[in-house]
């Protein structure tokens, strides 16, 4: 049986969206587990493929829109997010060395650290990408996020 | 996020406060910058700040790199939990000098 979505979200690429989808991820995560650094993993994750989708996708074209779904997947918290823009090469979508100390690069790695799944896909007819990630509901922590909750 | 410069034995000390993302990016960019580009000993306060991501990481690496290219200090001042956080999962932690209280005069 397909479950419900627990959070459907369109909005701009426009970071100054970015507040009140983290505030909503937040709100999502916390009704299904009740631990802030757990809660705390998922809303830097979701911030950061955000991120990603409006300098890398759209390249900042702020009129360009994101679709985000939330829902449970058995023992996971499931997250989608849409684009609708070019494909994106995906082989191309790595997290930097930490050593090489640079500005910019982090957001794949605080993904794929945070999370428990990620996949990268482009969508059928040639425009779009989708981004799915999961994290084990309860799952032992795995960071040490606690602290970051904003608002 | 709010923002105050001031100045403290010999440093200037740009204190952030609120949710540093890509939307504050470019403000907390030009604060830091302008400093350090301008020679200033400079640390950056983060007592305040509730959220930081990438983006705000980023801007603290620069002026981390700026610094050092001008041969002036630069360092955090009063992490918050949150900050400090972040700064660990990008393993920076110990890559920038962290101080919980402005240190001795500098330049001294």
Known sequence: MTQPLLLDLRFKADPAWLGTVRERVRATAMGLVHDARWVADVVLAVNEACVNVIQHAYQGNATGEIVLRMKQAGVFLEIALLDFAPPVAIEEIQPRALED?????????????????????????????????????CAPPTSTLAGNTGN | MQHETTQQDGFVVVSLSGEVDLSAAPEVRRLILEQVTAGAATLVKLAGVTYIDSSGIACLVEGHQAAKRKGSRFGLLQISEPVLSVLALARLDKVFALYNAVPGPAGG
């Open chain 1, 101 to 137: 100390i640079r500005p910019g690069g982090l957001g794949t790695h605080f993904i794929r650290t945070l999370m428990d799944r990620c996949e990268y896909a482009n969508l059928a007819g040639g425009t779009g990408n989708l981004l799915r990630m999961q994290k084990r509901l």
